[in-house]
């Protein structure tokens, strides 16, 4: 199904995040989109947000199973890997489209590792049990000509997922909101391995990272959240949201696109910011 008219989908749901919007504290997401799309399962979890460890004892540094560690090129089979294990199936946009093996898919998610801020969590024997992958978004030029990347998907189930993501963009400049930033890292996918929760993976993989983004002075981070589950993990890592889409008001001919089942009802974009900055009010 094609958006055959943009900017009148533009004029029917422009939602922008209100001032009593959730706040813990002060383009991936996903993106949960692709943002961050999935945390885990269960959200309490993976974050190790939940009071209650694997043992009865928390673990200490040295106790630690894993490393973190930066993801490069020779990564991308073994963290592709991952993904169809733990993140591919069970993200809620992926489930509601019955979407299956889509070397789109699996291209859009790992062709980030390029931009070198992206981390893993290593065992010692070598595997990978979690993932952050970001990128760099980079500010447009005051010229730049919008090219929605669904044009070049040849798959129908995941097209419908990128122009969800086109009419977003479309509809929302996220450095609109900050007129003195240039470069935003966006936080694109996290992923952790089932076996391995309780450890703290996800939660050790954001701290590293915001530790990026102080070494390399990028004040804002941002990611896009289809999930509910990762959009709450993520208010409590101190993101608070600038813009909501609900799917029952994205349409396409008049009809709703994407019916995920609750509790997943919008497509959030989150952000963080290092320190305190102006924004502008939009």
Known sequence: MEIENISQMLQNSRTFAKNDAIIMEPRYTL???????????????????????????QATTDDVPYTVELVTHADAEAVLEMLKTFFFKDEPLN??????ECK???EYSVKCIKDGCSFKAV???????????????????ADAVFEP???????????????????????????????????????????????YRGLGIAGRLTERTLDY????????????????????V???????????????????????????APPHLACRILVKEMEEMPKTKL
Do not use: W
């Open 95 to 100: 489930t509601y489209l019955e979407l299956g």
């Open 123 to 141: 065992t010692k024997t070598g595997e990978i049990i979690g993932v952050f992958l970001n990128a760099l978004m980079q500010r447009p030029a």
């Open 31 to 57: 993106s949960d989109l692709y943002p961050i799309a999935r945390l885990s399962q269960k959200m309490d979890s993976v974050l190790n947000v939940n009071p209650t460890p694997v043992s009865t004892q």
């Open 149 to 195: 990347s669904a044009d070049s998907c040849d798959h129908p189930k995941f097209r419908k997922i990128l122009q969800l993501m086109d009419y977003i963009e479309a509809d929302f400049n996220v450095f609109d909101l900050y007129p003195g930033v240039n470069t935003i890292l966006d936080g694109k996918i996290v992923s952790v391995n089932t076996n």
């Open 234 to 260: 993520m208010e409590k890592q101190g993101f608070h949201e600038v813009y909501r889409l609900n799917y029952a008001d994205y349409k396409v001919n008049g009809e709703v696109v994407l019916k995920p």
């Open 213 to 232: 983004m102080r070494e390399n002075n990028i004040p804002v981070m941002h990611v896009m959240c289809s999930s509910h589950y990762s959009a709450r």
């Open 104 to 106: 789109d898919l699996e």
